[in-house]
């Protein structure tokens, strides 16, 4: 017998098809400011054409202890298929922040950095690997305000680019796990990643320690991923963007957020902070097939869209609900504006 649930699952989402999308692609062009493609994906840069889409590639250096990652590698890949994409797809490069205690570090890694630029990385990612995995020979966990990593935000800064910041994780990370906690589908998968109990930095040593980077440089935009770690607290988001005017956000793997929280708070708090969110899906390609991927990609950005902009009633990740119906000024901001001034270089 399937449940109700899985029939909410399997009802259809009130997707926009055929002649009503292409009218919206023309009406205009859309950004999705947070995905991670990493090659040459035909199939999926054809897609986001024809669907008026276009986004920003991150490369992430998802390593902790001493295991091999080649990051040229994951930087080269990304940059060609940027370069494939028509102008679709934009790229940012990272750091290996692992070799952190080395002498030559900020060296290395800022010569790194600044060939990312010149290959036409518009913005660097940092990861959350930075407050809650990599640690020094002493023990001690590796801070983003750790002054080893003072040069590359100077370089950042001076270069224009933008820092984009996934640093901490959801409350879920710190909380027992069971099916009371919200992120239980990803951390019983990614048990590395759940915090409590493991002696790492608190959350909100490592968002203290975020902050005075944004206070220390306030003239580096920074975008923090994930609704700034902040998803389980929009208050204080607000009092975050409030004191840092260089810090936005991005939506990405957190719409479900919205979708499941308070509708008039939601509404009330995209609209009071209206140039400050990116919207972003954080979708994956990873080994899959690039035709299905853009199919996954196009359901993704047809459903957000119809989350954001409309009232309608639909299935969002398994729980019913109801589209925001933002004001179209705010839909343009979310969807595109914010992207154009936060990430320059970003869009079509
Ligand atoms: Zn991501």
């Known amino acids: 017998m399937p449940t109700r649930r899985d029939l909410l699952r399997l009802a259809p989402a009130p997707f926009l098809l055929g002649a009503a999308r292409a ?45 091999p990652f080649d990051l040229e590698a994951r930087l080269d890949a990304t940059l060609k298929g940027a370069r494939a994409s028509g102008g679709r797809v934009a790229w940012a490069s990272t750091i290996d922040a692992r070799g952190f205690e080395s002498p030559d570090f900020a060296e290395r890694a800022t010569a790194r950095l600044r060939k990312t630029f010149a290959d036409g990385a518009i913005g660097v990612k940092i990861w959350k690997n930075i407050g809650m995995s990599i640690r020094g020979k002493s023990g001690a966990y590796l801070l983003p305000d750790d002054p080893s990593l003072t040069p590359i935000y100077e370089t950042i800064e001076k270069a224009g680019k933008t820092l984009v910041a996934h640093l901490a994780e959801p409350d879920g990370a710190w909380l027992p796990l069971d099916d ?30 975020r902050d005075r980077v944004l206070a220390r440089f306030s003239k580096l935009r920074v975008v923090g991923c994930h609704l700034g770690s902040d998803e389980d607290h929009l208050v204080s988001l607000a009092r975050r963007l409030d004191e840092f005017p260089n810090f936005a956000v991005d939506t990405a793997a957190r719409t479900r957020y919205f979708a499941r929280g308070d509708r008039d708070r939601a509404v009330a708090f995209l609209t009071k902070y209206q140039d400050r969110i990116l919207y972003a899906t954080d979708y994956g390609l990873r080994d899959a097939d690039p035709e299905a991927g853009a199919k996954a990609l196009l359901a993704r950005h047809d459903q957000d869209a119809a989350f954001y902009s409309t009232d309608a009633e639909m299935v ?23 992207a154009r001034r936060w990430l320059p270089g970003i869009g079509v």
Not at 33 to 49: C, E, G, M, T, Y
Not at 316 to 325: K, M, N, S
């Open 23 to 67: 009218a919206e692609a023309a009406a205009f062009e859309r950004i999705d400011s947070h995905f991670h493609i990493h090659r040459d994906a035909p199939a999926v840069f054809a897609s986001l054409k024809a669907s008026g889409w276009s986004g920003l590639d991150l490369v992430v250096c998802p390593v902790a202890g001493d295991e």
């Open 180 to 209: 009371k906690n919200p992120e239980f589908p990803y951390y019983s998968k990614n048990p590395q990643w759940h915090m409590q109990g493991k002696g790492t930095p608190p959350k909100e040593a490592i968002l203290a320690a």
């Open 316 to 338: 969002y990740e398994g729980r019913p609900t109801r589209g925001l119906a933002l004001p179209d000024a705010v839909v343009r901001k979310l969807f595109r504006e914010n």
